[in-house]
């Protein structure tokens, strides 16, 4: 069976997609948001990384041709704009640690 054919990949990837939608729409009105509102988001936003991260592995891990190609697409979209996706979670991780700073 193909990575991509597995229920629990097929699950995982809408999850993650409809979480990120969902948090990127509710992120529109952070500003308006109080510091408890603010905290809850952040922690959403950390936990959606580390889930994101986690599922890149397994593309990384597998055996499965389609996810290494899947892979080798990111790191040249990504390549586009000049950074790795290890660049990029970094740079996700101090945006969201500038925007703990803010709110202490």
């Known amino acids: 069976m193909g990575f991509f054919d597995s229920e629990v990949v097929q699950q995982e990837a809408k999850q993650l ?25 952040i922690d959403k936003m950390e936990a959606l990384m580390e889930r994101y991260k986690i599922f890149m ?11 290494k190609i899947t892979v080798e697409q990111l790191k040249t979209q990504l390549g586009q704009f000049g950074i790795t996706p290890q660049q990029m979670f970094y740079q ?13």
């Open 92 to 104: 996700m991780n101090l945006t969201l640690e500038r925007m703990k700073s803010e709110i202490e």
């Open 17 to 41: 997609f409809e979480d990120y939608q969902s948090l990127m729409k509710l992120g529109g009105e952070y500003g308006k948001f109080d510091r408890e509102g603010k905290k809850i988001f």
């Open 57 to 67: 592995k397994r593309f990384e891990l597998s055996e499965d041709f389609m996810a």
